[in-house]
């Protein structure tokens, strides 16, 4: 069983910073991947940042490199988004994610049925 719980989320103003923490199960470390993703309304989620368990790489939508900095401590089973100079665009429900069966995460294809999700967390950035 794979459970992904996110939290950290909330309001801030534009230029404003938020640390986003995703609670892993074990399990998910034998995932290839993890990642986050956003979804605003009437859009289609898409991948924000994406790191690969075991290795260094990361990988980075081109609106968010150079603010956000995605990383996992193994001890304490979490995946955390540091997010600095927050814009009115970031607003959006995040998701955190974990690769299911042998799902290579091939950066930037997203494939939602490829992965198991958490419920999400709210992030509202006013101008």
């Known amino acids: 069983q794979v459970q992904l719980v996110e939290s950290g989320g909330g309001s801030v103003q534009a230029g404003g910073s938020l640390r986003l923490s995703c609670a892993a199960s074990?399990?998910?470390?034998?995932?290839?991947?993890m990642g986050w993703f956003r979804q605003a309304p009437g859009k289609e989620r898409e991948g924000v940042a994406v790191?690969?368990?075991?290795?260094?790489?990361?990988y980075y939508v081109d609106s968010v490199k150079g603010r956000f900095t995605i990383s996992q401590n193994y001890a304490k089973h979490t995946l955390s988004l540091q997010m600095n100079s927050l814009k009115p665009e970031d607003t959006a429900m995040y998701y955190c994610?974990?690769?299911?069966?042998?799902?290579?995460?091939?950066?930037?294809?997203?494939?939602?049925?490829?992965?198991?999700w958490g419920q999400g967390t709210q992030v509202t950035v006013s101008s």
């Open positions: 994610a974990a690769a299911a069966r042998t799902y290579t995460c091939p950066w930037p294809t997203f494939v939602h049925e490829n992965y198991y």
């Open positions: 790191i690969y368990t075991g290795d260094p790489t990361t």
């Open positions: 074990e399990y998910t470390y034998s995932s290839y991947c």
